[in-house]
């Protein structure tokens, strides 16, 4: 090599074959190549791993069409990362690529390399001098294009390698959160559990005894009422938890869903008396028999029926039945209330875990905001749906459709 092109700005000249494996390097002032290449090493190895997606495009730009001009990467050396400025030409069945990590240096350097008489380095400076000093009316419109194109089509490559990394972040950080959240309600059920047992032990004494004065019989029931609701909201956030890091699993057996919906009823019944609210029940008259988690499908049915009776008005009336599809096997399991209703815009956050709704609970029922969330995976790891219709002033109808 010359004294002159010894002092060459700093830059890249590479030749590669049609896949970007390095045949030859003319010039590399940034030691980012060996100096004899091996049959694996290539031009994507000097990059960034954000750009290297983009090196493999640039590449097959060059393939396409022969040519590529004035492509922004991001090289990699010594753990510091650099923008560089590339443009490449294919003549004679190879590639030649240059590359500056001052876009400014382009022409200095090409006219240094020219020194060497290496056709493909004349032909790329010819393209580019084109490119710089044709007047901007009189270039190909269909090149311009193209060349534009291009350049949005790198900037959507970019940014979808940003947001697949971005959302690779956000799973990851999701996963740590439920574990950590599994991790912290565990914790937290024992003792809370403890302290709802006590208060029960107390109050049970106090109803044989009379331990207590008026005032700290209330206060003992409602460390039971807190603590029980407190509960509730552990077993929820365990539930969710382990629904969202996709560690949910069933227990199917072949289940007469009628019985199951009997079963719940049953268990509601005394909670609904209270409030004078009657249950009523709408099932076949032959079994209903369908392969479910009896455990996890009774609490959707239990949060279902629980939630209208919390919604529903002193007096009024809950059906609870089943549909039969006739054309086919499927059925429509249904809870229908006369409640307050739920305006329409609100409707789609009811399946939100957290998501509150303006509808409050009519004898100042408590509610962890998570229940028809982990409802509608229960459902949906069943192969099912759940849906709702609701009127506001009329009522509120959940199905429940199971194939």
């Known amino acids: 090599m010359s004294d002159q092109s010894q002092m060459l700005p700093n830059g890249i000249a590479i030749i590669v074959n049609d896949d970007g494996i390095i045949q030859k390097i003319?010039?590399?002032?940034?030691?980012?190549?060996?100096?004899?290449?091996?049959?694996?090493?290539?031009?994507?190895?000097?990059?960034d791993s954000d750009s290297v997606a983009k090196g493999y495009q640039f590449i097959a730009r060059i393939n396409?069409?022969?040519?590529?001009?004035?492509?922004?990467?991001?090289?990699?050396?010594?753990d510091e990362t650099s923008l560089f400025n590339f443009s490449g030409i294919r003549f004679k069945n190879e590639t030649l690529i240059i590359g500056t990590s001052n876009p400014d240096d382009t022409e200095q350097f090409l006219n240094g390399l020219m020194e060497m008489n290496n056709e493909s380095v004349n032909q790329l400076r010819t393209f580019m001098k084109q490119q710089q000093q044709s007047p901007a009316e009189t270039k190909d419109d269909e090149w311009a294009m193209y060349d534009q194109m291009s350049g949005l089509n790198n900037e959507l490559a970019n940014m979808q390698r940003k947001l697949t990394k971005k959302t690779a972040e956000l799973e990851r950080m999701n996963k740590l959160k439920n574990k950590m959240l599994g991790m912290a309600a565990h914790d937290l059920r024992n003792p809370l559990t403890i302290i709802q047992n006590y208060a029960l032990f107390l109050i049970e004494d106090h109803e044989e005894n009379k331990i207590f004065t008026d005032d700290q019989f209330e206060l003992v029931k409602e460390i039971k009422e807190s603590s029980e609701y407190m509960v509730q909201i552990i077993e929820d956030m365990l539930d969710i938890s382990a629904i969202e890091s996709g560690s949910i699993s069933l227990e199917k057996k072949d289940e007469d869903i009628g019985k199951l919906i009997e079963r719940t009823v049953s268990l509601n019944r005394p909670t609904a008396t209270k409030k004078d609210i009657s249950i009523i029940t709408s099932l076949p008259d032959l079994p209903i028999n369908k392969e479910v988690d009896a455990h996890k499908f009774q609490q959707v049915l239990d949060n279902l029926i629980s939630n209208s009776i919390k919604y529903s008005q002193l007096?009024?009336?809950?059906?609870?039945?089943?549909?039969?599809?006739?054309?086919?096997?499927?059925?429509?399991?249904?809870?229908k209330d006369e409640g307050q209703g739920i305006p329409k815009d609100e409707l789609e956050d009811l399946f939100v875990p957290f998501a509150k709704i303006s509808s409050k609970p009519t004898a100042g029922e408590k509610s962890t905001g998570l229940g028809l969330a982990i409802a509608k995976k229960i459902v949906e790891a069943h192969d099912g749906e759940i849906e709702v219709e609701s009127e506001v002033g009329e009522g509120t109808t959940f199905f429940v459709n199971i194939p």
């Open 26 to 47: 003319i010039h590399d002032s940034y030691g980012l190549y060996a100096t004899q290449p091996d049959e694996t090493q290539s031009f994507v190895d000097s990059l």
């Open 315 to 335: 007096g009024s009336e809950i059906t609870v039945g089943i549909e039969v599809q006739n054309e086919s096997s499927a059925i429509t399991i249904f809870v």
């Open 64 to 78: 396409a069409n022969d040519v590529a001009y004035d492509w922004e990467l991001h090289v990699s050396n010594n």
